[in-house]
């Protein structure tokens, strides 16, 4: 099929596929909403080929990282990243867990030496929390060493 002459007149499925690109490119940050709005209108409006093609001069068809070369092939099949202890992702509820304890202790030190209580009421979050925040992390961490084994490495 030949290119389509600038002055031949334009379908609906033309306009609603231009529209459909106006969307994407929005959704992408190209396009702010004013400029969204003032395009689409112009869309709609285009009763040419060449004023269509006019409203989506500067604008790729297509999403750039979708070109290839942005993510390796096999990106989708990569193993995700060890987790550790020193893992922000463990690290950060641990140490959370020691700043409030902590707090909740000095609390109760003080509450004790000036003699206003003397029931160890601290243990009651450190105790839960910490047996919470153990399963959690031998949970995820064996998790971890488990798929690790599934992949054939075991």
């Given at each position: 099929m030949?290119?389509?002459?600038?002055s031949?007149?334009?379908?609906?499925?033309?306009?609603?596929?231009?529209?459909?690109?106006?969307?994407?490119?929005?959704?992408?940050?190209?396009?702010?909403?004013?400029?969204?709005?003032?395009?689409?209108?112009?869309?709609?409006?285009?009763?040419?080929v060449?004023?269509?093609?006019?409203v989506?001069?500067?604008?790729?068809?297509?999403?750039?990282?979708?070109?290839?070369?942005?993510?390796?092939?096999?990106?989708?099949?990569?193993a995700?990243?060890r987790?550790?202890?020193?893992?922000?992702?463990?690290?950060?509820?641990?140490?959370?867990?020691?700043?409030?304890?902590?707090?909740?202790?000095?609390?109760w030190l003080?509450?004790?030496?000036?003699?206003?209580?003397?029931?160890?009421?601290?243990?009651?979050?450190?105790?839960?929390?910490?047996?919470?925040?153990?399963?959690?992390?031998?949970?995820?961490?064996?998790?971890?060493?488990?798929?690790?084994?599934?992949?054939?490495?075991?």
């Amino acid at each position: 099929m030949s290119e389509p002459v600038p002055s031949m007149r334009t379908s609906d499925g033309e306009r609603d596929r231009v529209a459909q690109l106006l969307q994407e490119q929005f959704a992408q940050g190209r396009l702010d909403q004013d400029e969204f709005s003032e395009r689409l209108g112009q869309a709609y409006k285009a009763r040419t080929v060449g004023e269509l093609a006019e409203v989506t001069r500067d604008l790729p068809e297509r999403d750039l990282a979708d070109l290839g070369g942005a993510q390796p092939r096999d990106a989708e099949f990569a193993a995700p990243p060890r987790i550790s202890m020193r893992d922000p992702a463990l690290l950060v509820p641990w140490m959370l867990y020691a700043g409030v304890n902590v707090l909740c202790f000095v609390i109760w030190l003080i509450l004790f030496l000036t003699g206003q209580n003397d029931y160890p009421w601290f243990l009651w979050v450190l105790g839960p929390w910490g047996i919470v925040m153990g399963v959690v992390t031998v949970g995820v961490l064996g998790a971890q060493r488990w798929q690790a084994g599934d992949d054939g490495s075991a």
